[in-house]
């Protein structure tokens, strides 16, 4: 059987593996939608703390530096780099970005982008822009028949664990307390605070907590792509045209748009490949123009 004169054999096997990219752009967009639609920040050092998480993994496994000996498995990884770079943003926040929430978008912008310059600049310096290799563990290691396409069992894991955080994240912030006096704090945080609830410390924690998320998608793809200083500036202009076409502060907008659009590229990669590298602009150009304030999102009154 074929569609378009492919054989659905190859249709599928494309879409699945678009399907990891998908999973790749909703983490992201995830963690910018949280950071955005709490703090009204737009974080363009979200790429770099992409790239920061990945290069946590590579820095651990090598053993800090000591000896390999010394080095902590993926698994370790996989803890250790969300915490750290969670932490780390929670520093930036403090220091920053905290006198930035009453004043223009655009400030904000300005500071984040010059943040990712400095961070890629000092990644550069130190590690050049040649990629690193970082293998796969050995328990995701082979692939599995599934009758149209041999899968590797490492982009099956990826796949799974991003919808479970991801649909996790929007559980929490959507549908339990929690979630609510989040929300409350950003919108009222003279009512909620007294309430006794530390609002400036509810807002910090949920800035590290977005950029833990970029971090714990960077030890996801460093055995899928070389980890490289240039990874996150790649990927960064695709998760933000991801942002705006689920609409800003959308965090189930973000979700899905993100894992639709890793469909919709892999399928243009089968039909079009040519227009691969753009299909996702083209999306956000005719979404912006239909609906301004993106699929998901809620227009200005």
């Known amino acids: 059987m074929e569609i378009f004169g492919i054989p659905l054999q190859a249709l599928l096997a494309q879409l699945l593996l678009g399907l990891v990219n998908g999973s790749f752009y909703a983490l992201l967009s995830l963690g910018l939608a949280v950071i955005f639609g709490l703090l009204n920040i737009i974080n363009f050092s979200h790429g770099a703390m992409y790239m920061m998480g990945a290069y946590v993994a590579y820095i651990a496994l090598s053993g800090f530096g000591v000896g390999p000996v010394f080095g902590l498995s993926y698994w370790w990884a996989l803890l250790l780099a969300p915490l750290v770079i969670g932490a780390f943003g929670m520093l930036i926040e403090r220091l920053f970005l905290q006198w930035l929430y009453k004043l223009d978008h655009l400030y904000g912008l300005l500071l984040t982008f010059g943040l990712a310059l400095i961070i890629e600049g000092v990644f550069r310096s130190q590690y050049g822009v040649s990629g690193q290799q970082y293998s796969a563990p050995e328990e995701l290691g082979g692939a599995t028949d599934i009758g149209f396409m041999v899968l590797p069992n490492y ?147």
Do not use: H
Not at 219 to 239: F, N
């Open 155 to 301: 982009r099956a894991w990826v796949v799974l664990v991003s919808v479970v955080v991801c649909f996790s994240t929007w559980f929490v912030i959507e549908r339990t307390r929690l979630g609510a006096y989040l929300r409350a704090g950003t919108e009222n945080p003279q009512l909620v605070q007294a309430f006794g609830i530390n609002v400036p410390l509810m807002i910090t924690l949920t800035y590290g907590f977005g950029v833990a998320l970029a971090a714990f998608a960077g030890v996801l793809a460093a055995p899928i792509i070389q980890v490289s200083p240039l990874m996150g500036s790649d990927l960064i202009i695709v998760v933000f045209a991801v942002v705006v076409i689920g609409g800003m502060g959308s965090i189930l907008g973000s979700i899905v748009t993100g894992l639709a659009l890793g469909l919709i590229e892999g399928l243009t990669k089968v039909i079009y490949p040519e227009a691969s590298s753009i299909v996702v602009f083209v999306i956000m150009a005719i979404v912006l123009m239909v609906r301004p304030a993106g699929l998901f999102g809620r227009e200005a009154r």
